[in-house]
């Protein structure tokens, strides 16, 4: 797709939970945020504050985030941090995490040793493997892909998701390789402004980090 064609994507992760700080797959079920996880939201707000607020100048900006608690709960954070309404953000099954079926609620060490011939053939082929009761990462890909396909040009989007999405929305939006997908890494303080078919990153300030007392820990599950 021609980058002049692509629509400007203000792209933010999903705060820290519980299951977060324990390394948890949480895929389609939910854990709260925890306070951490409240001081990101609000630093995060303040770090692309300026972003968002020239987005906001060009007009036409829809919000965006993924149906699943977490991420509602960020958007929240957001949208009063910001003066807007929480209405204003659309919740999308179409941009909720990955489907992690029966791994859902373990570490991955604990897939390791408990389904030790599923966590195996995942490592062996991780795209192409469905987990049993969940999705594939090709299925996950294709549909942040047709989700994308349907995002109007004519408006500017805030888009909160989760980790596999933000990957697939950023590798999709960049056309990266599925090797340079599964190398992204993004701790739940970095946002990403996606435009004119590039990936811009938005670093977490260390002022802000300091003053919201954030921890220094970056939690992301590789898979």
Known sequence: MPANSLPTILLIRHAETQWNIEGRLQGWRDAPLTLNGFRQ????????????AGLALDGGVQYHCSDLGRARQTSSILADCWGIRFGQFMAEEQIKERNYGAWEGMTLDEVAQSRPNEFQDHQADPWGYQVPGGEAKTALFDRISAWLDELPRNRTHVV???SGCFRAIRGAYVNST?????????????????????AREIAMSP?????????????????
């Open 160 to 162: 909160v998701t989760h």
């Open 178 to 198: 599925r090797a340079e997908i599964d190398a992204y890494r993004e701790p739940q303080t970095t946002s990403f402004l996606l435009r004119e078919g590039i």
């Open 41 to 52: 939201a609000i630093a995060v707000a303040e770090n692309v504050r300026k972003t968002w």
């Open 207 to 223: 002022v802000l980090a300091e003053q919201f007392q954030l921890s220094k820990k970056a939690l992301t599950v590789a898979i």
